[in-house]
């Protein structure tokens, strides 16, 4: 089954980076498109940004601009730089596939302050 290991979030200022990463296990990652999503406090899970098997990348509109999707297929990594922060981009961070398997890891923490 696959898994999903999230890191890199935090407290940032506004206006400030983070880079979010995701180990992947379990699956045939590099024949997988891959996402990010966050759930921000009593919200459902949103789209973030995705990124094909071929490497182009697709992203919600919110974060257009300021976020950028990569991936390492040989590591099973992928990556999401996100610059120019803003509060509302506050939430857990999780990576899947896409389409989505079942298994959603814990996710990482990101908190932007004014």
């Known amino acids: 089954q696959a898994q999903f290991v999230e890191s890199g979030g935090g407290l940032a200022q506004t206006g400030g980076s983070l880079r979010l990463s995701c180990r992947a296990s379990g699956s045939t990652f590099s024949n997988n498109d891959m996402g990010w999503y966050r759930q921000a406090p009593g919200k459902q899970r949103e789209f973030v940004a995705r990124?094909?098997?071929?490497?182009?990348?697709y992203y919600d509109n919110s974060v257009k601009g300021r976020f950028t999707i990569s991936r390492d297929n040989a590591e099973k990594m992928v990556y999401l730089q996100m610059n120019s922060l803003k509060v509302e981009d506050k939430g857990v961070y999780y990576c899947n596939t896409i389409p989505n398997t079942a298994f959603w890891g814990q996710g990482t923490q990101v908190t932007v302050s004014s």
């Open positions: 990124l094909s098997s071929s490497g182009y990348p």
